[in-house]
């Protein structure tokens, strides 16, 4: 086997981030996945830029390993088209708003009376069930509404949005995982079974140890800068040059930064020797950690607390992300060539498998690419049949 996900075929339906990044995962893992767009429009992230030579680079960098086929699901011919399709994949994946994929009679209960292995993955804004299900939403929306961007924030600062789109991509990555779950379910009940991934859901998810700080104290989390909520030290300090983050995380990585720093007095000082002690003395503390850091530069400080063991980082833009040797090696940022956009740099596979690791096969598909490829492929199509059925504005 080359791929961990070799063989399985999946009919991807989605658009814009949080759908087709779910979908890219599973490519980059082998999966075949053929991703089926409205004729002449596709998705709509195709008139995202920026362009190149008239190429969405939004699109590109998250629709690659992918195959395009158009297919107007509005026409009769076209749903009995996709019906066969069904027949033939592991996967359907949607990110509409619920309802929708039923309106057209292509809905769960409808697709495994056709197909019993089915695995049917639906990632929306609100889930398939509850009072907010059949409304519209946006990463922004639901940031908002989980309540991350209301403990995002300098200190006394208005909530704000995270710079990635979280909200988008932890529904990709919690929809896949639920895909790879319901896989291996199946491998052991040959049953298919529908995944309902609600961004909200993932958001509150993401909320760590929000919920448990305010259940347990009674006090609403706020926006708190760079600093941890309960540990310290660790947030960013200013140095000579610009400023690192530091993070000691517990005791004994406490007692490092201190001997790092040649403030060994710290170390056992009656109101910083624990974290807990080290939180209720935050105002005093940092100060005089501060008055430190900022006689070095953001590289000496790197140097020194490196050889300490205690974990640092300069706040990277992302021209430096891009040229970092770790993410280099890593391969964290590669260069995949498109037929009309040419060379375009991305971001990798984060995922390392030792045995079947995972390849960028292919650039992202332009509309309909691989329309007739895939008719003939999986349908068994002739000339005949192609030329009829799009004749009829079928794709």
Not at 96 to 114: A, C, H, S
Not at 133 to 157: F, L, P, W
Not at 225 to 248: C, K, Q, W, Y
């Amino acid at each position: 086997m080359e791929f961990a996900l070799e063989n399985i075929k999946v009919l991807d339906l989605t658009r814009v981030l949080a759908g087709p990044y779910a979908t890219m995962l599973l490519a980059d893992l082998g999966a075949d996945v053929i991703k089926v767009e409205m004729p002449k429009t596709g998705d709509d992230s195709r008139q995202f830029g920026p362009y190149i030579n008239n190429e969405s680079a939004y699109f590109m960098s998250i629709n690659r390993n992918k195959r395009s086929i158009t297919l107007n699901l509005k026409e009769e011919e076209g749903k009995a088209l996709f019906l066969e399709m069904i027949k033939k994949v592991d996967i359907v994946i949607e990110n509409f708003r619920p309802g929708t994929m039923e309106k057209l009679g292509l809905g769960y209960d409808q697709l495994k009376q056709i197909n019993p292995r089915l695995i049917y993955a639906a990632s929306s804004g609100f889930g398939h069930t509850g009072p907010y299900s059949e409304r519209a939403s946006y990463d922004a929306v639901v940031q908002a509404m989980g309540g991350i961007m209301s403990i995002t924030g300098e200190k006394n600062g208005k909530p704000t949005r995270v710079g990635s789109s979280i909200g988008d991509i932890t529904a990709g990555m919690f929809t896949t995982i639920g895909i790879l779950a319901a896989l291996n379910s199946r491998n052991e009940t040959g049953k298919g079974q529908k995944v309902d991934v609600a961004m909200l859901d993932c958001q509150v998810a993401l909320l760590e140890n929000a919920i448990t700080r305010y259940v347990v104290t009674g006090e609403i989390p706020k926006p708190n800068g760079n600093r941890h909520p309960s540990i310290v030290p660790f947030e960013n300090f200013d140095t000579l040059d610009g400023d690192i983050m530091i993070a000691a995380g517990n005791d004994a990585l406490w007692s490092k930064l201190c001997i790092a720093m040649e403030i060994k007095e710290l170390i056992n000082h009656e109101r910083f020797k624990t974290n807990p002690l080290r939180n209720t003395n935050y105002e005093e503390l940092r100060p005089m950690l501060s008055s430190v850091i900022k006689n070095k530069t953001t590289k000496q400080w790197q140097d020194i607390l490196d050889n300490a063991g205690v974990p640092n980082g300069p706040i990277n833009t992302v021209d430096k992300v891009i040229e970092d040797p770790q993410v280099k090696e890593r391969e964290m940022v590669i260069d995949v060539d498109h037929p009309v956009a040419g060379k375009l740099k991305m971001a990798g596979i984060p995922i390392k498998l030792s045995d079947t690791p995972g390849k960028i096969r292919r650039s992202a598909p332009v509309l309909g690419e691989h329309t007739e490829e895939i008719l003939r492929e999986l349908l068994d199509y002739d000339d005949e049949k192609i030329n009829s059925l799009k004749d009829k504005n079928i794709f």
